[in-house]
């Protein structure tokens, strides 16, 4: 069972991490576009983030069984009590930026964009440090 879990758990990080990597390439697209192309381009391309909710269930489903032997050594752990803090602060960071992206579909863009742009700065680095802290605790 956990070698299943261990996959999934693999096979949520690519879909999770490789949503903030797909967002920071296609947005880098938008560069060469004029500005109403560039929020059209944008508002289509939120279509992936079914990917990365998919992504992030994976993980805490999994994640959630693989901790199993660790629970009880959770505080005396710091760098995996810093990686499971921050795996929190993604949640909720992703879930906001889903928020601002349907109102941005709604709106037609506006200034929804340029904080989800601003917020995924933020996500996609978070998301590497929270892989690096899991090596580095499983190590």
């Known amino acids: 069972m956990r070698d299943i879990m261990l996959i999934l758990h693999f096979i949520g990080l690519a879909l999770g991490v490789g949503n903030g990597f ?34 992030l269930f994976l993980l805490v489903i999994s994640g959630e069984y693989l ?23 993604l949640i909720l960071m992703i879930v906001m930026m889903n928020g601002l992206a349907k109102t941005a579909i709604k709106e037609g863009g506006g200034p929804y964009l340029k904080k989800i742009q601003n917020m995924g700065k933020i996500t996609l680095p978070l998301g590497v440090i929270i892989v690096v802290l899991a090596v580095l605790s499983f190590h």
């Open 67 to 89: 901790m199993t032997p660790y629970w009880d050594t959770l505080m005396s752990n710091h760098v995996l009590l810093t990686k499971l803090v921050l795996v929190i602060v």
């Open 22 to 55: 797909a967002h920071l390439f296609l947005g880098l697209g938008t560069t060469k576009m004029s500005e109403e192309e560039a929020t059209a381009f944008s508002l289509k391309t939120f279509a992936i983030n079914k990917m990365g909710y998919i992504g």
